[in-house]
């Protein structure tokens, strides 16, 4: 079988390989708070209202960036640098030139396999529409890698 995922670099991948690298965890939506003295940056349990809770996709994808002006684009060239993603992230572990866990859907050839192993936030975070945006703070939360 072609593991592509493991022989290919990220610049290697076809748009399809590069949407599929794509685990469906849902991490990279929520909202994230930093320390303005520190630079400490903490995960909440609240994500884009355009992050399906239960699929833990985007509901308009195709149009995140005019939706979400501030919505990050991962690419090959900056997705190395970007260290607020979650070290269970693909493109992360590709960029790093590490293998993908066996719970990657790649891997276990099972969509589900991400929510099985508890690396999504699939039941686990609440909509920014529910929250009041001074409110962030009281969701803050340490995901288990």
């Known amino acids: 079988m072609d593991e592509w995922w493991h022989s290919k670099s990220l610049q290697e991948l076809d748009p399809q390989q590069w949407e599929a690298l794509c685990d469906g965890c849902g991490r990279c939506c929520l909202h994230k708070l930093e320390d303005e003295e520190t630079g400490e940056l903490f995960f909440t349990a609240v994500r884009c209202r355009y992050l399906d809770g239960e699929?833990?996709?985007?509901?308009?994808?195709?149009?995140?960036?005019?939706?979400?002006?501030?919505?990050?684009?991962?690419?090959?060239?900056?997705?190395?640098?970007?260290?607020?993603?979650?070290?269970?992230?693909?493109?992360?572990?590709?960029?790093?030139?590490?293998?993908?866990p066996d719970w990657h859907p790649l891997v276990s050839g099972d969509p589900g396999s991400v929510h099985a192993a508890g690396i999504s936030v699939r039941g686990r975070a609440i909509s920014e529409l529910d929250v009041h945006p001074e409110g962030f703070a009281e969701y803050i939360v340490t995901w288990v890698n």
């Open 55 to 100: 699929l833990c996709r985007c509901r308009d994808y195709a149009n995140r960036s005019r939706l979400v002006p501030n919505c990050v684009r991962l690419d090959c060239d900056s997705v190395a640098d970007l260290d607020w993603l979650p070290a269970t992230c693909a493109y992360r572990l590709r960029a790093r030139g590490e293998r993908l």
